[in-house]
């Protein structure tokens, strides 16, 4: 494979990002940006310049399913979301079902002993790397 990948985690308010190795094995936290969706802040500036850096080959949004897999308006809005980033970026664009993964974040970093004010910044882009791991997990090429 030889290429990155980008996960995302789009709320309304942040976008949590995270990066695979270059054999698409393993996904690392990269940062969280905010934005203000309402208002059209996208955070591409910034995601301008970290695609710069990585050059990730496609970009794996977060789809935020109800339990019963319906989407929703979430689901929407996230699928309206990688519609601009691939229109802008010229990447390819793929989903992963992210049910759950922001409590499972929640829980690694209570597990780790971080204290309450510091999960807040680190819980979108741990999501965005259980997202894309989850991702990679499931594409993974079977030796």
Do not use: C
């Not at 710069?52 to 949004?61: A, D, Q, T």
């Not at 935020?64 to 990447?91: C, Q, V, W």
């Not at 079902?97 to 004010?117: M, N, S």
Request: net charge neutral; aromatic share 4%; proline share 2%.
């Amino acid at each position: 494979m030889f290429a990155r990948i980008l996960g995302l985690d789009v709320g309304t308010k942040t976008v949590g990002v995270s990066v695979s190795d270059l054999l698409g094995m393993t996904a690392q936290p990269v940062e969280t940006i905010k934005i203000d969706s309402e208002a059209g802040e996208l955070g591409f500036d910034r995601l301008a310049v970290l695609i710069k850096e990585y050059k990730p080959e496609k970009v794996v949004l977060g789809l935020p399913k109800h339990m019963n897999g319906d989407e929703g308006i979430r689901a929407e809005a996230s699928r309206d979301y990688g519609t601009k980033l691939a229109n802008k970026f010229g990447l390819e664009v793929a989903y992963q079902d992210e049910r759950l993964t922001t409590a499972q974040a929640e829980k690694v970093l209570i597990d780790g002993g971080v204290r309450r004010k510091d999960r807040k910044k680190s819980i979108d882009k741990l999501a965005a790397v259980l997202i894309l791991q989850n991702y990679l997990d499931a594409h993974a090429l079977k030796l």
